[in-house]
C-alpha cells in the first residue's frame, strides 16, 4: 500500500508563487517515476510535470519555464515550484507516483491552488 500526501497548496495573486510537497509512504519497493497532473473544473485531469528516479524531467508546454519539478530520493518526496502563475493554473493538483514495472500510477487526495486576483 502507497500513500501520498500532498501540502503547499492555496490561493495566491496573478504572478505570484506557491510551492506543492508530496510524501510518498508505504511499501515502495520497485522504481518509480513521481509527478503532478492537474484536473480544472469542468475540464480532464492534465500532465503538468513528471519526474524519473534518475532526475530527468518533463513538463506540460504550458509551464515550461515557470514551473519546476525536483525529488528527493531519499525521503521519497517531489516538490512542484510554481512561479509566475495565472489564473489559468488554478485547479487542483494531484501528485501522482508510478511504479515503473507495472505501470500503475498511485495518487494523492489532491490540493487547490487558486490563482486570481
Known amino acids: 500500500q502507497v500513500q501520498l500526501v500532498e501540502s503547499g497548496g492555496g490561493s495566491v495573486q496573478p504572478g505570484g508563487s506557491l510551492r506543492l510537497s508530496c510524501a510518498a509512504s508505504?511499501?515502495?519497493?520497485?522504481?518509480?517515476?513521481m509527478g503532478w497532473h492537474r484536473q480544472a473544473p469542468g475540464r480532464q485531469r492534465e500532465l503538468v510535470a513528471t519526474?524519473?528516479?534518475?532526475?530527468?524531467?518533463n513538463y506540460a508546454d504550458s509551464v515550461k519555464g515557470r514551473f519546476t519539478i525536483s525529488r528527493d530520493n531519499a525521503k521519497n518526496t517531489v516538490l512542484l515550484q510554481m512561479n509566475s502563475l495565472r489564473p489559468e493554473d488554478t485547479a487542483v493538483y494531484y501528485c501522482?507516483?508510478?511504479?515503473?514495472?507495472?505501470?500503475?500510477?498511485?495518487w494523492g487526495q489532491g490540493t487547490q491552488v487558486t490563482v486570481s486576483a
Open positions: 501522482s507516483l508510478q511504479i515503473i514495472r507495472t505501470g500503475y500510477i498511485h
Open positions: 519526474i524519473t528516479s534518475g532526475g530527468y524531467t
Open positions: 508505504g511499501s515502495i519497493l520497485s522504481f518509480y517515476n
